[in-house]
């Protein structure tokens, strides 16, 4: 046996153990707590929302929106709230009286999503929300307007 | 004549019959024809075995003799080979190796189990209750997922609710 096998048998041991650490690490670390932002927005092709406490969505929002397959050319934001979901646990807010989300830190930046109406849960999903990712969840509303749930990821 | 008696007869030949039945082997031979001849032959076979059997003389001792044909079939005995001295190389590569090939497969467990747990990696699940028109449209450039719901339904809406509709 040469002395190159017998070192590289003898690093194999510390490859490996590096290999199972970062496993490991990346298996069962503790994940940080999501910061999300809920906004609750109106889709229409009205110049102008009839409620004059609504908003225009800011235009990073707005161009998300119009890249998307709606028809709709206006958006106007009806409510916003932050959601600090720490790690393994949920918290469910409410962006109007009749539109509660709940969301659930399942770690490696994924989340576990509940809508409710009019208090009926009517979508639970798990999306993975990294960095600069956004999650719409969108109906219809009357008169050919839609409601939009934008969760996007703050930090 | 029998084959009891001819066996008889050849017992006496041999001399290992006793007193009463050699007396009666000897009267059957002199009364029977067969039995005499028998027995002549019987004498003549004997007597030239005896004559022309050979014999061998050793030039040494009989234990002599005998030790040296033990001292070689002990040299031809095939000897086991001698195991070469195991080196620590060896011994360290008959451990690592299938401690390496074991780590590797926790490795790969490990990996497995992680993607599966893990919904980030493009496994993600839905379930819209009460809902089972819902799609899904995924914009990968902008990275906004759209989940479209056909909630509320058109008849859940009052004539006097807000066009916010949820």
Known sequence: ????????????????ALLLAATSSRSFAADPALKLEALLVWGTNDAAS?????????????????????????????????????????KKISLSEKCDVEVKNLGASTVEVSL???????????????????????????NETAWLVVIKRVQ | MTHDSELKLQAY?????????????????????????????????RAALKGNEPVLTLPETREFYWSQIQRRIQAQAPTQPAKPATSIA???????????????????????VSELQSPSGGSQSEMALADPAAFTYRDFESGTTLVWLSYPADNDYSEDEFADGI
């Open chain 1, 1 to 16: 046996m040469t002395t190159r096998s017998c070192a590289i048998i003898l690093r194999a041991p510390l490859l490996i």
């Open chain 2, 13 to 45: 030949v041999d001399g290992e019959l006793s007193g009463p039945e050699s007396a009666c082997a000897e009267r059957l031979i002199a009364e029977d024809q067969a039995a005499h001849a028998l027995v002549a032959e019987l004498r003549n076979t």
């Open chain 2, 90 to 112: 060896d011994l360290l590569r008959r451990f690592l190796v299938p401690a390496g090939a074991l780590a590797a497969l926790g490795i790969f467990c490990l990996l497995s």
């Open chain 1, 50 to 90: 009839p409620d004059p406490k609504h908003k225009p969505v800011e235009p990073a929002i707005r161009k998300k929106l119009q890249e998307l397959p709606l028809k709709w050319n206006n958006y106007f934001e009806v409510s916003r709230k932050g959601i600090d979901v720490p790690a393994a646990s949920s």
């Open chain 1, 116 to 142: 409710f109406g009019r208090g009926s849960q009517v979508l639970k999903r798990n999306q993975s929300l990294p960095p600069g990712e956004t999650l719409v969840l969108a109906g219809k509303a009357p």
